[in-house]
């Protein structure tokens, strides 16, 4: 059979390079993100390394304590020896008073742990130089605000949708996995980016939805790493690796007339598609009988 595209390994070599290059950078810039990740909320709970507890802290908030103690516990907690942090906690826990704020020398310890990066001038960092800056963080964590949510959702999905525009492009001109396994890596990023944004949202309103965050996270690394080893490996080294290499026996498994795993998967995402019209129309005529009804008698209610 021959593609209606022309295959990676046969584009030239100044387009490989472009590819090769775009591909390299945006694979360290992966590194990177997830080097920022294990250390912002990988430390959300103190300990060092991703949990399910971080992601809950994050996003939903330690809500058994005030933000002040989940940071002094978390990242900030090499910022002044236990002692300190410690007495830091007791005032809180105690209420946060302002006149026990600098009997109680909070304020000394404060101003020679924490002014050095939290002051006026620093920005993305509150100021503690004077008690108005710190007094919000001695209220209860409810995690991230819907402001910074907000903020990092739109950005998250601009910036990494171009991400897997072009690596998919890239990869689209693979010649190796099947169309259908072309499809499912091209289509899965996108499935679990919006998975992923709206997991924020969801361990927002229930800490039970954390797992959904590592779960998404990880599809879409898994989707990338296999797009990005295929398309380098097709480019540069397809003779070693699908002629002579393992991938010759991957090769002759495509090509086995046997209905493989993809092929199934394919069946099954077909099926689903054509039961969309149908689940549609039937929620609209649902939604029009029961809901929208409801909707119209409490906006009457409201004039
Ligand atoms: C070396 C610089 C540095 C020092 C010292 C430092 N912090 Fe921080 N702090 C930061 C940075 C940077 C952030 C923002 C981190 C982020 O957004 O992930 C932060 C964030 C925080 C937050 C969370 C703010 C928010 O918007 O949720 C609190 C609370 C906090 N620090 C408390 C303290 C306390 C208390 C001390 C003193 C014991 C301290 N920090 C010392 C750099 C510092």
Redesign the pocket.
Known sequence: MTPKFTPLKDHDTPIKVLFTGYLCTVGIGYLFALIQILF?HGMADGKFGLSVDDIVYSYYGNRSGT??ET??NG??KE??PDQ??FK?MEWVREGADSEAYKDDGIKK??ES??V???NKEAS???N?SNFEGLKP?TTQDTGATFASLTRVSHIHLFGISFIFMFVGLIFSFAETPTTQYKCIAIGMPYGFLIADIMSWWLTKIHPMFAWLVIFAGMGMGISFMFMWVTSILEMWLFKPVFIKGFGSRYLEWRDNPEASIPDRLWILIKILASQIRPAGVMLRRRWLKHVWPVIIEQLKKLR
């Open positions: 912002t933000v002040l940071q002094l990242p900030m910022n002044a300190e942090r830091i310890i404060i742990r924490c050095m990066c939290h993305g960092v509150p503690f963080y």
